[in-house]
Structure formats: C-alpha cells, structure tokens
C-alpha cells in the first residue's frame, strides 16, 4: 500500500514557477508520475520518471519548463514547473505503478492533488 501527500500548489502570475512535492509512505520502489487536470476537461499526463534507470518522460506543452525529479531518502517526488502559462491551471496529482507511461490506468495509487493556478 502507498500514500501519496502533495503539496507546494497555489496562485502564481504567468512567467512564475512553482515545485510541487509529492510524498510517498509505504512500499516507494515505484515508477512516479504526474497528471493534472483542469474544470472541465479530462486528466492529463504531465511527467513521469522510471524507478529502474531514473528514465523521465514528458508531454509536450510542458517539456522544457517542468521537470520531474525524486528523493529517494525523502520518498519524495518533485515537479519543478517554470515559465507558467494560465493553460498550465488545474488540479496536479501525483501517481504511482508498477508500470510508467502517460495513460492514467497504469498507475495503482493517487494522491489527492494540489490546485495550481497561473494568473495572466
């Protein structure tokens, strides 16, 4: 069983940047990704990172301004997230699986999501 907490989501102008924490508890030998989700639309996979080589996967809109990185001593996963746009609003979630990838039902366990929004 894993418990995934995260925090570091609020109010920032467009340009700003903000890091996003997602701490795991239980079993953390996991492949680690992040997905967010805006009113009105469907999950979206943001960024994922491979436990077995560290191997880090992107979707485009935010490839060059995020990225995923993890704390092994802290079971912690981060989301460094630059150059904020307003589209980049909505609610990031981390997950965890024992498989990686952008689809959604790879992932076994959800945290409860952190709102993140860029003002214009």
């Known amino acids: 069983q894993v418990q995934l907490v995260e925090s570091g989501g609020g109010l920032v102008q467009a340009g700003g940047s903000l890091r996003l924490s997602c701490a795991a508890s239980g079993r953390t030998f996991y492949n680690m990704g992040w997905f967010r989700q805006a009113p009105g639309k469907e999950r979206e996979f943001v960024a994922a990172m491979q436990w077995s080589d560290g191997s880090k996967y992107y979707t485009d809109s935010v490839r060059g301004r995020f990225t995923i990185s993890r704390d092994n001593a802290k079971n912690t996963v981060y989301l460094q997230m630059k150059s904020l746009k307003p589209e980049d609003t909505a609610v990031y979630c981390c997950?965890?699986?024992?498989?990686?990838?952008?689809?959604?039902?790879?992932?076994?366990?959800w945290g409860q999501g952190t709102q993140v929004t860029v003002s214009s």
């Open positions: 997950a965890a699986g024992l498989r990686t990838g952008s689809d959604p039902r790879r992932y076994d366990y």
